[in-house]
């Protein structure tokens, strides 16, 4: 019972991954017809925060995955 659940909860999240992907492809095509809008300052903050925050996560990432290798620790 328990394993005809889990496969059944597997697969709902293969529909949803694919309806959502499909959204979001349908989005990305209407949204190339659209001209490009003019960001604010606080737009461009935003923007440069967030671009910021990925990076530093991503370099804060990788530096503690080398700090977890036993060859380093």
């Not at 960001?39 to 925060?49: E, H, Q, Y």
Request: glycine share 6%; net charge positive; charged share 10%.
């Amino acid at each position: 019972m328990l394993v005809g659940i889990v496969l059944v909860a597997e697969a709902l999240v293969v529909v949803w991954f694919a309806v959502f992907s499909i959204m979001l492809m349908s989005m990305y095509l209407d949204s190339r017809k659209m001209p490009l809008p003019k960001l604010d300052v606080a737009g461009r903050t935003l923007i440069g925060s967030a671009k910021l925050a990925f990076v530093t996560g991503m370099l804060a990432l990788a530096v503690l995955t080398v700090a977890e290798m036993p060859l380093f620790g």
